[in-house]
C-alpha cells in the first residue's frame, strides 16, 4: 500500500530535550516537506526537500532541522524544543512537490512542557 | 515573499446550498493549483487540482475556476451534504522549476442539516 508513516503519532516533552520525528514513504517521490498546523494559521512549512541531500527553508524553519540521507525517509529533528513547538506536524510526498499531489502522512501531534 | 490569500476563513451553509471560497495568489508564475480536504481529526486529502492551461475544471459537485490574469482561483460545492463539512485549503505552485507549493490558511465549512 503507497503511503506516507510518521513516528511517533503523539508524543509530550520537556522543553530542551532533543527529539526526532520520523517520515518515510514508499512511493519514490522525489519530493517531501515538513508542515506544521496551529489553529487559524493553516499549515506553514517548516522545510522541504526536492531530492536526496537537498533541503531548502519553509516558512517557519527556526528551531528545527532536517536531513535526506535517502530518498524514502525526511526526519524532522527538533534540537531542544520549547513550549511554542507545540503543535501539530504533517509529512508529505509528491513526485513533484510543485507539480503534482501531495500525500499527507497521518500526522503527529507534539507537546512540549 | 509569494504567499496565497483564501477567503473566508469560516463558512457556514445549509444542506443543498452552494459553497464558494476565493484564493488569490502573488507569483505570476504559478501553474499548479490544488485545493486539499481536511476533515476533523485527519490528514488532508487532494479533492481537485487545476493547471494554468486550463480555466475550469469539473468532479460532480466539485468545480475549480483559475483566472490567471486576475490571478485567482475558486473552490465551488453545489448540492452541499453534511459530509462536506471541513477544512479546505487552497495551494498554489512556486514559480515554474522550483517545484513547491505555498498553501492558503484554510477555510472551515460547516453545512448544517
Known amino acids: 500500500e503507497a503511503q506516507v508513516t510518521q513516528n511517533p503519532r503523539y508524543l509530550i516533552t520537556v522543553t530542551g530535550k532533543k527529539l526526532t520525528v520520523t517520515c518515510s514513504q514508499n512511493?519514490?517521490?522525489?519530493?517531501m516537506s515538513w508542515y506544521r498546523q496551529d489553529p487559524g494559521l493553516g499549515l506553514r512549512q517548516i522545510y522541504y526537500s526536492m531530492n536526496v541531500e537537498v533541503t531548502d527553508k519553509g516558512d517557519v524553519p527556526e528551531g528545527y532541522k532536517v536531513s535526506r540521507k535517502e530518498k524514502r525517509n525526511f526526519p524532522l529533528i527538533l534540537e531542544s524544543p520549547s513550549p511554542n513547538q507545540t503543535s501539530l506536524y504533517f509529512c508529505?510526498?509528491?513526485?513533484?512537490?510543485?507539480?503534482?499531489?501531495?500525500?499527507f502522512g497521518p500526522g503527529t501531534r507534539l507537546t512540549v512542557t | 515573499g509569494e504567499n496565497v490569500e483564501q477567503h473566508p476563513s469560516t463558512l457556514s451553509v445549509q444542506e443543498g446550498d452552494s459553497a464558494v471560497i476565493k484564493c488569490t495568489y502573488s507569483d505570476s508564475a504559478s501553474n499548479y493549483f490544488p485545493w486539499y480536504k481536511q476533515e476533523l481529526g485527519k490528514r488532508p486529502q487532494l479533492i481537485i487540482d487545476?493547471?494554468?492551461?486550463?480555466g475550469e475544471k469539473k468532479d460532480q459537485r466539485i468545480a475549480v475556476t483559475l483566472n490567471k490574469t486576475a490571478k485567482h482561483f475558486s473552490l465551488h460545492i453545489t448540492e452541499t451534504q453534511p459530509e462536506d463539512s471541513a477544512v479546505y485549503f487552497c495551494?498554489?505552485?512556486?514559480?515554474?522549476?522550483?517545484?513547491?507549493?505555498?498553501f492558503g490558511k484554510g477555510t472551515k465549512l460547516s453545512v448544517k442539516p
Open positions: 508529505a510526498s509528491s513526485l513533484d512537490g510543485g507539480m503534482y499531489e501531495q500525500y
Open positions: 512511493m519514490n517521490h522525489e519530493y
Open positions: 495551494a498554489a505552485s512556486v514559480g515554474r522549476s522550483q517545484g513547491n507549493l505555498i
Open positions: 487545476i493547471r494554468s492551461n486550463v
